[in-house]
């Protein structure tokens, strides 16, 4: 058997080649690459994808959440409730507005946990950032509820859930606004850095809009202190027909996934449980096993490639070295990166590799 990639870009792109090129000819003719037509598009189209009603593209998920947090208001002084269990972009994002990154645990799926919400509120809570991690929607309309209860702010970390629906609507259309990575290897991937910010507020995306280029009113006119995070042209027309597989993509990625249950049924690896009515696009198809670290080195032995989601929660890095008193108070996250794996997924695996890697798991025993 041929060794198994976590994930492999070139896959995809054989299968759109074409297309790609006549995208990227496209924009290289019209001499135009930053902003501009493709850019329009793309947020029209990404837009009605997800049946928000407005996306700015921006240029990456990290500045798309720190715009939609500065957009809304939130600032020095103020306190943000984001998940332990997540990708350190979700914090700092919170940092760099200034405010403060305020934790809960997660559950056993791995996203926030809303019962523990109510508890994490203070006079300086502004907003809540869930994130819909792996490709599986928070509990979205719970976390709205508490967001009004509280008055703040709901902003979606929907860098890993592009399709991903909470059972009536797709992540990223909930909130006040979300924050999506393009990323190349998230589920839809530009050929480089790319971000944007969905949002139903027309107000609000022209106050991103606005803040990401500049503070540019008009040409020239600059009336607040922005920065430059634009989307470029190019990758503009590369998500443009990566879009349109986007849906196939993430059924695959069910499809693959639904394998996986299947033939994991009865081994020592257990998936992480899902929430139930909650649309997974598995960004990310991660398990559990109590003795991770020797089940990666055994799949490696036998040329398959995993990652881990993530080795840290947010109070054990470095940089949040403030937070390290809190060691032991979020103990489903700690525990969670103590026993998870992320095995190879990707529209593009195939069926036979997902029962290799399940073959593989088998034969490490208990
Ligand atoms: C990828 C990711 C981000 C950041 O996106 P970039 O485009 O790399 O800046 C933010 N949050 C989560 C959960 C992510 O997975």
Not at 12 to 34: C, K, N, T, Y
Not at 118 to 126: L, M
Not at 287 to 298: C, G, N, S, T
Request: hydrophobic share 45%; net charge neutral.
């Amino acid at each position: 058997m041929r060794p198994v990639p976590f994930l492999d870009l070139r896959a995809q792109l054989r299968s759109i080649r074409p297309e790609i090129d006549d995208a990227m000819a496209r924009v290289l003719d019209a001499g135009h690459f930053v902003h501009g037509d493709e850019v329009a598009r793309f947020e029209t189209e990404f837009a009605a994808w997800l049946g928000a009603d407005h996306v700015v593209g921006v240029g990456n998920g990290l500045d798309a959440l720190r715009l939609a947090l500065e957009a809304l208001g939130v600032g020095a002084g103020h306190e943000v409730i984001i998940p332990a269990n997540t990708y350190i972009a979700t914090a700092l994002a919170v940092s760099a507005v200034g405010a403060r990154p305020v934790l809960v645990d997660c559950d056993a799926a791995g996203l926030m946990d809303p019962d523990l919400v109510a508890t994490a509120v203070t006079d300086r809570t502004r907003a809540m950032m869930p994130v819909h991690l792996y490709g599986q929607a928070a509990d979205t309309s719970r976390l709205g509820r508490l967001a009004s209860r509280f008055g703040l702010a709901l902003v979606e970390d929907a860098a890993q859930s592009h399709g991903a629906s909470d059972g009536q609507c797709l992540t990223g259309t909930v909130g006040h606004a979300a924050g999506f990575s393009f990323y190349p290897g998230k589920n839809l991937g530009a050929f480089g850095d790319a971000g944007a910010v969905a949002t139903n507020d027309g107000l609000l995306a022209e106050k991103v809009r606005r803040l990401s280029n500049y503070g540019q009113a008009a040409k020239y006119v600059h009336i607040e202190k922005g920065c430059n995070s634009r989307l470029d042209s190019l990758q503009a027309a590369i998500l443009r027909v990566k879009l349109r597989n986007l849906a196939a993509w993430n059924q695959e990625r069910v499809r693959l996934a639904a394998i996986y249950d299947e033939l994991l049924a009865g081994t020592s690896v257990r998936p992480l449980p899902r929430r139930p009515g909650a649309g997974h696009v598995f960004h990310l198809y991660v398990v559990r096993h109590p003795r991770r670290d020797e089940l990666a080195r055994f799949l490696g032995d036998h040329g398959i490639q995993t990652l881990i989601h993530y080795p840290r929660p947010i109070h054990l890095h470095e940089a949040y070295r403030e937070l390290a008193s809190l060691e032991g108070r979020f103990p489903v996250a700690e525990s969670l990166s103590r026993e998870i794996l992320s095995l190879p997924m990707y529209p593009e695996l195939g069926a036979d590799a997902v029962r290799h890697v399940c073959e593989v798991i088998r034969r490490f025993g208990a």
